[in-house]
Every structure is written in C-alpha cells, then in structure tokens.
C-alpha cells in the first residue's frame, strides 16, 4: 500500500464546476504539499499545509491531521485549470526533508 | 518561474554512458533536492544536499551520484545508464534543510531519454 494515495486519479469536469481531489496518508507527516504539474511538465507549488485550511484565489486546500487527510477544492473551475494535482507529504521523522509523493490526480476541464 | 534552473532541458544518450545534470537553486537557497519522475514509478525523492553536505538519501541507486558545490550549484550524475533510467529529473531549492516546513521550488526538469 502507497503511503499517499490520492483519489480520484482521473476526473473530467465541465467549466465552472467545483472540484474536489482528495489525499489520505499513512505516515506521521509535519508538512503536506499539494502540486501542479501542467502538460509541459513542470512543477508549481500551489500549498503547504501543516494545519487547517489555505486559500489562494480560486483554490483551497484542508488539512485534518488526525485523520491523516487532505483536500484540494477548485471553485469555477476553468479549462485552464486541466493539469495533473499531485499531493506529497514530508514525514515528520527528522532529518530527511525528501517528499513522498501521491501518483497524482489527472484533470480535464472541458469548455 | 521559480527561480530555480536546470540544464540541459532535453538529453538523448545511449544505454552504458554516463550524464550530468545540473541545478542551479533560488538565490539564498541552501538545499537542493533531486527527484526523478518515470512513468510507472512516479515522483520519487533521489537525495538531498544542505550548504554542500548530503542531508538525506531517498530511493537513490548506486549507479547515481550528487554533490552540491560552493556556490550552492548542484550537480547528478548518472553513470551506466539504462533504458529504465529514462524519466524526467527535477530539482527543487528551499530555504532550509531542517525538521522544518519549507516550501520546496521546483525547477523545470531535465527529460533524459535512454536508447
């Protein structure tokens, strides 16, 4: 079993709707990340969570420790919002700050 | 744009060579981490370099290697390459190294296609 496992893996949506993608983790964690990986490949950061809830214009992203998961929202979704959502957690172990990285959430938003 | 540059973008090579990959971090950035992304393995952590020390090794194989030198710059090397070792390699910069919660910027990639 992934120690991140995100669902669903793929979602298509129509423009406006709101998106949810979620990510359970079996780890103790200190951080979770949720990130943008657009068709070209690269990587943007869109939050980092150690508790409660972050938004950032149309996006928002909760946190519940105890049940060790997590949640991307996407209001008004737009087709430019189409990308892979990929959820990593940082282990709270020490030391090592390498992330552990969920397979990611492939979403199309249709026009 | 992060901030963070990796050369080169593209590198086609044959099985049994040898490659080095280059990451420059943000400016003020003391760690460098490396992460390899293939298609059936997804996003792995490879290593991590603080202030040019290793900090912490992740799913690294013996045939690869990393430092990070003065100016922060950090450089993989990947030696006897295989079909297999075809993926995407990231390199991301922090501020710190710590048990701390950094935010970790992601540079653009380096795609190395194995023949």
């Known amino acids: 079993k992934n120690e991140v496992e995100q669902s669903p893996q793929n979602l298509t949506a129509q423009e406006g709707e709101f998106i949810t993608i979620n990510c359970s983790y079996s780890?103790?964690?200190?951080?979770l990340h949720w990130l943008q990986q657009h068709p070209g490949g690269g990587i943007v950061s869109l939050f980092m969570?150690?508790?409660g809830k972050k938004k950032h214009g149309r996006l928002i992203a909760t946190i519940n420790i105890q049940e060790k998961h997590s949640s991307l929202h996407i209001t008004a979704s737009h087709p430019r919002d189409s990308a892979v959502y990929i959820c990593?957690?940082?282990?709270?172990?020490?030391?090592?700050?390498?992330?552990?990285f969920g397979k990611g959430t492939h979403l199309i938003i249709q026009p | 744009d992060s901030g963070v540059t990796q050369t080169p973008k593209h590198l086609i090579t044959a099985t049994g060579q040898r490659v080095t990959l280059r990451c420059s971090p943000r400016?003020?950035?003391?760690?460098v981490y490396w992460y390899q992304q293939s298609l059936d393995q997804g996003l792995q952590f490879l290593i991590q370099?603080?202030?040019?020390?290793?900090?912490a090794k992740g799913n690294i194989l013996e045939r690869f290697s990393a430092q990070q030198f003065p100016d922060l710059h950090s450089e993989l090397n990947l030696s006897s390459l295989e079909l297999g070792d075809s993926a995407l390699y990231f390199c991301?910069?922090?501020?710190?190294?710590?048990?701390?919660?950094?935010?970790?910027?992601f540079g653009p990639g380096t795609r190395l296609t194995v023949t």
């Open positions: 780890v103790g964690i200190s951080a």
């Open positions: 991301a910069s922090s501020t710190a190294g710590g048990t701390g919660r950094y935010e970790q910027y």
């Open positions: 969570l150690s508790s």
């Open positions: 370099y603080y202030n040019g020390e290793e900090r």
């Open positions: 990593a957690v940082k282990g709270s172990g020490g030391g090592a700050d390498g992330l552990t």
């Open positions: 400016s003020g950035d003391l760690s």
